[in-house]
């Protein structure tokens, strides 16, 4: 691989030719630009998801009473303040979508991979800058006709962020079936088409452009994950971009590839052949390995600031890479547990189940080897090392209620209930957005030559933490008692009064941890040009991002590119003065490389 950064390098890699406004800060194909263009998008679109996402909380603790919130932000759909049925519905369907897809996929892995991965590879850019440009504005007009889909007259998409047949595929079903559902599709079509052309363009980069001696045993961890991950989305994501194409058809032009014998008010309606079923199968088989799209940038970026912050190689390193290959195999064919209770042949119930439980095994892998790095590690408590160690936390609690939501036997019981809504927001939701805070943390200073406030830093992090723990763990217990998720309101049965004081105390953990991250947002935004300018290397960091000028350069190094002469994890190693050897510092005579 010597000859790669060779033939990447260009003559002109300095590009210090004048740049409009447009080509540096619209139009651009650097990738440290387009990295900071998607974190800002994703920013705006994690805004709105959690506003939602707080409105819907709201109804549940205080079903049909007035809210000025509703009426000010609903309109007609909140008549006197007291929001409607339909509006509720859609609320959940749209923040699910926002911040599964447009905060946690391509805000998160977006921002990081565009960032890193030629930074940590030794790259002058992306494998083609363009295409990345062209990615990122496909993934802007997604997001813009998303959040125009929440003005149309009939109001937004409201079948769920899954979308099952027939509410989605009947344009007449309910309000929400009308044009928002057919701009969720589009939309979501635009999106998909961003993810492939951002994942080949991650494959390709990593593939041929690393530096001299940068091997793949030498990447650090965030690049294995950034790699693997675009690698399962090119598998997965062609699968729903299918189902929403032939959803469309049966919207649009008669088709029944989602409906079968459909009665309305009596009516039979003319389709025939179709299985609401086999949406499932297509959505879902992109929908698991969604789970790992999402979560593998955040374990890679966590792997980083352990280490890092711990002052110690990564525990495992082997190990490491060979769980996040296992994960995105595993991932591909676990699909059916979400469908326990849809009917399948329960041979085949059992068979996801065993799937399912073996992906336990790599992920344990993961989190026993971040405890294992920390142990006796000589800790650096910044906010980035405080998210990323939170992250482990939640990846434990919210993994281990997947091993019983993984067993079909037990699943039957507590599906479709807060139970599940608790799991799959700790293991998944939460961790990623704690991955997503600890690498803007770590990375603000590449991104912007600045330092965030540290005590606000700090501040974020606590009354997230104990926000976050306070609205999921209380619905592991709602969920058992059997309260069932998405209901518009509880009031109706009496079954479940007595648990209406645990859903306003989720509530008001949910209000208070949403308006703190005002905090994050007001550190985030006056740090950029009011922030402590940031030397070259402020962590002491070993990877090659922290080599190149604190000043933005087009092609990243001045000079020639540095060659790699050692793994990324060389922290506290003896025989150097130092805690931290750079990757590009050369072997000494007699040294071996300890990687494990």
Same mark, same amino acid.
């Given at each position: 691989?010597?000859?790669?950064?060779? /033939?990447?390098?260009? *003559?002109?890699?300095?590009?210090? =030719?004048?740049?409009?406004?447009? %080509?540096?800060?619209?139009?651009?194909? *650097?990738?440290?630009?387009?990295?900071?263009? &998607?974190?800002?998008?994703?920013?705006?679109?994690?805004?709105?998801?959690?506003?939602?996402?707080?409105?819907?909380?709201?109804?549940?603790?205080?079903?049909?009473?007035?809210? #000025?919130?509703?009426?000010?932000?609903?309109?007609?759909?909140?008549?006197?303040?007291?929001?409607?049925?339909?509006?509720?519905?859609?609320?959940?369907?749209? =923040?699910?979508?926002?911040?599964?897809?447009?905060?946690?996929?391509?805000?998160?892995?977006? %921002?990081?991979?565009?960032?890193?991965?030629?930074?940590?590879?030794?790259?002058? *850019?992306?494998?083609?800058?363009?295409?990345?440009?062209?990615?990122?504005?496909?993934?802007?007009?997604?997001? #813009?006709?998303?959040?125009?889909?929440?003005?149309?007259?009939?109001?937004?998409?409201?079948?769920?962020? /899954?979308?099952?047949?027939?509410?989605?595929?009947?344009?007449?079903?309910?309000?929400?079936?009308?044009?928002?559902?057919?701009?969720?599709?589009?939309?979501?079509?635009?999106?998909?088409?961003?993810?492939?052309?951002?994942?080949?363009?991650?494959?390709?980069? #990593?593939?041929?452009?690393?530096?001299?001696?940068?091997?793949?045993?030498?990447?650090?961890?965030?690049?294995?994950?950034? @790699?693997?991950?675009? !690698?399962?989305?090119?598998?997965?994501?062609?699968?729903?971009?299918?189902?929403?194409?032939?959803? !469309?058809?049966?919207?649009?032009?008669?088709?029944?590839? @989602?409906?079968?014998?459909?009665?309305?008010?009596?009516?039979?309606?003319?389709?025939?052949?179709?299985?609401?079923?086999?949406?499932?199968?297509?959505? $879902?088989?992109?929908?698991?390995?969604?789970?790992?799209?999402?979560?593998?940038?955040?374990?890679?970026?966590?792997?980083?600031?352990?280490?890092?912050?711990?002052?110690?190689? !990564?525990?495992? &390193?082997?190990?490491?890479?060979?769980?996040?290959?296992?994960?995105? @195999?595993?991932?591909?064919?676990?699909?059916? =547990?979400?469908?326990?209770?849809?009917? +399948?042949?329960?041979?085949?119930?059992?068979?996801?189940?065993?799937?399912?439980?073996?992906?336990?095994?790599?992920?344990?892998?993961?989190?026993?080897?971040?405890?294992?790095?920390?142990?006796?590690?000589?800790?650096?408590?910044?906010?980035? +090392?405080?998210?990323? !160690?939170?992250?482990?936390?939640?990846?434990?609690?919210?993994?281990?209620?997947?091993?019983?939501?993984?067993?079909?036997?037990?699943?039957?019981?507590?599906?479709?209930?807060?139970?599940?809504?608790?799991?799959?927001?700790?293991? +998944?939701?939460?961790?990623?957005?704690?991955?997503?805070?600890?690498?803007?943390?770590?990375?603000?200073?590449?991104?912007?030559?600045?330092?965030?406030?540290?005590?606000?830093?700090?501040?974020?992090?606590?009354?997230?933490?104990?926000?976050?723990?306070?609205?999921?763990?209380?619905?592991? @217990?709602?969920?058992?008692?059997?309260?069932?998720?998405?209901?518009?309101?509880?009031?109706?049965?009496?079954?479940?009064?007595?648990?209406?004081?645990?859903?306003?105390?989720?509530?008001?953990?949910?209000?208070?941890?949403?308006?703190?991250?005002?905090?994050?947002?007001?550190?985030?935004?006056?740090?950029?040009?009011?922030?402590?300018?940031?030397?070259?290397?402020?962590?002491?960091?070993?990877?090659?991002? $922290?080599?190149?000028?604190?000043?933005?350069?087009?092609?990243?190094?001045?000079?020639?590119?540095?060659?790699?002469?050692? $793994?990324?994890?060389?922290?506290?190693?003896?025989?150097?003065?130092?805690?931290?050897?750079?990757?590009?510092?050369? +072997?000494?005579?007699?040294?071996?490389?300890?990687?494990?």
């Amino acid at each position: 691989m010597s000859a790669h950064a060779d /033939t990447h390098a260009h *003559d002109d890699h300095g590009h210090h =030719h004048k740049e409009t406004f447009i %080509t540096k800060y619209i139009f651009s194909q *650097d990738h440290k630009m387009i990295a900071k263009q &998607y974190l800002i998008t994703g920013t705006i679109m994690g805004i709105i998801g959690v506003v939602m996402s707080l409105m819907f909380r709201m109804q549940i603790a205080w079903p049909e009473q007035p809210n #000025v919130i509703f009426e000010a932000l609903l309109g007609k759909w909140a008549p006197d303040g007291v929001m409607d049925a339909d509006i509720y519905l859609a609320l959940v369907t749209i =923040h699910g979508t926002i911040m599964v897809f447009f905060v946690l996929t391509a805000g998160l892995s977006g %921002t990081f991979s565009n960032l890193l991965i030629p930074l940590q590879i030794g790259a002058r *850019d992306m494998a083609s800058g363009f295409l990345n440009m062209v990615s990122y504005w496909l993934f802007f007009l997604s997001s #813009v006709i998303m959040v125009l889909s929440l003005f149309v007259e009939a109001g937004p998409a409201a079948a769920g962020w /899954t979308i099952y047949p027939p509410l989605s595929a009947l344009p007449m079903a309910q309000p929400g079936s009308g044009m928002g559902m057919t701009l969720w599709l589009v939309s979501m079509a635009i999106f998909i088409a961003s993810s492939l052309l951002g994942s080949l363009n991650y494959i390709v980069t #990593v593939i041929n452009l690393r530096t001299k001696g940068m091997s793949m045993t030498r990447l650090p961890l965030t690049i294995w994950a950034f @790699f693997v991950t675009a !690698i399962i989305g090119v598998v997965s994501f062609p699968v729903l971009l299918s189902a929403a194409l032939l959803l !469309i058809m049966d919207r649009s032009f008669g088709t029944s590839f @989602f409906l079968s014998d459909i009665f309305i008010q009596g009516e039979v309606l003319h389709y025939q052949g179709g299985s609401p079923v086999l949406f499932e199968h297509l959505f $879902w088989f992109l929908g698991h390995p969604e789970v790992y799209i999402v979560l593998l940038p955040a374990l890679g970026i966590t792997s980083e600031i352990i280490a890092t912050n711990s002052r110690k190689p !990564i525990f495992g &390193y082997r190990a490491m890479v060979a769980s996040i290959l296992a994960i995105a @195999f595993l991932s591909t064919i676990v699909w059916g =547990h979400h469908m326990f209770v849809s009917g +399948m042949n329960p041979f085949l119930g059992s068979v996801f189940t065993f799937t399912t439980l073996l992906i336990a095994i790599p992920s344990a892998v993961k989190a026993f080897n971040y405890i294992t790095t920390l142990w006796k590690g000589n800790l650096q408590m910044n906010p980035a +090392m405080l998210f990323s !160690i939170g992250l482990v936390s939640t990846f434990i609690t919210g993994g281990l209620t997947g091993i019983i939501l993984g067993d079909s036997a037990l699943d039957i019981n507590v599906h479709d209930t807060y139970f599940v809504v608790a799991h799959f927001h700790l293991v +998944m939701g939460i961790s990623a957005l704690y991955g997503m805070f600890a690498g803007i943390y770590h990375w603000f200073p590449k991104m912007f030559g600045r330092m965030m406030n540290k005590k606000l830093g700090y501040l974020h992090f606590w009354i997230t933490a104990i926000c976050a723990y306070g609205v999921f763990f209380p619905m592991h @217990f709602i969920g058992m008692a059997g309260l069932p998720r998405r209901y518009y309101t509880n009031s109706n049965f009496p079954l479940f009064d007595d648990l209406a004081n645990v859903n306003v105390v989720i509530t008001i953990f949910a209000l208070v941890g949403g308006a703190f991250q005002l905090v994050f947002l007001y550190n985030f935004f006056t740090s950029i040009f009011f922030g402590k300018k940031a030397e070259q290397n402020p962590w002491k960091s070993n990877t090659l991002e $922290w080599t190149t000028p604190v000043e933005h350069i087009h092609g990243n190094w001045p000079g020639q590119i540095p060659h790699v002469h050692r $793994w990324a994890y060389d922290y506290s190693k003896p025989g150097h003065d130092l805690d931290f050897v750079p990757q590009n510092t050369p +072997m000494k005579e007699g040294e071996e490389e300890l990687q494990h």
